[in-house]
């Protein structure tokens, strides 16, 4: 009988984990979920989201040391692709890889370089802070590793910087002359600050309050080209167009450094090709689509005799 009470005790402790075989299997199960929840984590709405907002206030915090290192002015941004804030056209490959686009929207000097990319010190030349992690854009690399020629990358750029914010070089070295923003009245030939508020220094902010004024954008992945984005104040109206990738809501950084995601009421901005700039116009004109159009605008600048847009 004895000997059986030790053979039945033996068994079940061969049936059992020892303490080390559980360590194993723990630190196995840790590792694995290291690698993957990452990777899952990073197609998340939700964390896509903080990550871009995380995004915003980098650049928001980019523009701010600029600002301080150059006697308070803002960067050029004449909505010229040659003498913007970043150099580089990024547009097109939409919607897929296959439908072609900018070459110059695979080469990640354009953001990383300051040669190209007058912020890039200040968020220590990263890459990621200028993508969208929702931007659905693939293309081919182009940069200068020989190696990587024809890989495919996420398009380098998804933001862009409020039009009406900024300085011309093109009326003058060193670049101290207030951008026209040509678009605010609708028609390309605006001049700053007749009627709306153009933004060349802090110092310029006096109808507005820097936290009310946007500066940067997620820019459309279907009409995105270079780093200025349009805004048209005059009336219910757009020739560019903010991307809604994040449940139809948009981050924006503000020229006091704060970042926010705004939610939209309308779906003005929504579509799944090339927009029409008519359709925009009527959805626009009333109702929630004029609410939206009027916080965009309203954000973007003042009417100088009204205070608010048009």
């Excluded at 780093?227 to 167009?241: H, N, R, S």
Aim: hydrophobic residues 40%.
């Amino acid at each position: 009988m004895e000997m059986n009470r030790i053979k039945s005790a033996t068994l079940r402790n061969q049936d059992a984990f020892t303490i080390v075989e559980l360590l194993v299997v723990l630190l196995t199960v840790s590792f694995i979920a290291v690698l993957i929840l990452p990777a899952l984590a990073s197609t998340h709405p939700n964390v896509q989201a903080t990550r871009c907002i995380n995004n915003m206030r980098q650049l928001g915090a980019a523009m701010a040391m600029y600002t301080h290192d150059n006697f308070d002015l803002f960067p050029p941004n004449p909505d010229n692709p040659g003498t913007n804030w970043v150099t580089g056209l990024v547009g097109g490959w939409m919607p897929s890889i296959n439908a072609g686009g900018s070459t110059q929207a695979g080469n990640p000097d354009f953001v990383t370089n300051s040669t190209y990319s007058l912020l890039a010190p200040y968020v220590r030349n990263n890459a990621d802070v200028f993508q969208c992690p929702a931007d659905p854009r693939i293309c081919p690399y182009s940069g200068i590793d020989s190696s990587s020629i024809g890989q495919p990358i996420k398009v380098i750029r998804s933001v862009s910087l409020n039009a009406g914010i900024g300085t011309d070089p093109r009326l003058g070295l060193p670049a101290n002359v207030k951008v026209n923003g040509p678009w605010l009245d609708g028609n390309h030939s605006h001049t700053a600050d007749t009627p709306y508020a153009t933004f060349g220094k802090m110092g310029d902010f006096r109808r507005a309050r820097p936290a009310d004024i946007w500066t940067f954008v997620d820019d459309d992945p279907w009409t995105i080209n270079d780093g200025c984005m349009a805004v048209i104040a005059a009336q219910p109206d757009t020739v560019d167009y903010c991307s809604v990738l994040h449940g139809n809501s948009t981050p924006f950084a503000f020229a006091d450094g704060h970042a926010e995601m705004h939610k939209w009421k309308s779906t003005i901005w929504i579509h799944n090709a090339l927009p029409v700039r008519v359709t925009f116009q009527g959805a626009a004109a009333v109702g929630a689509g004029r609410e939206d159009w009027s916080w965009w605008a309203s954000h973007a600048t003042r009417n100088l005799v009204t205070g608010s847009v048009p």
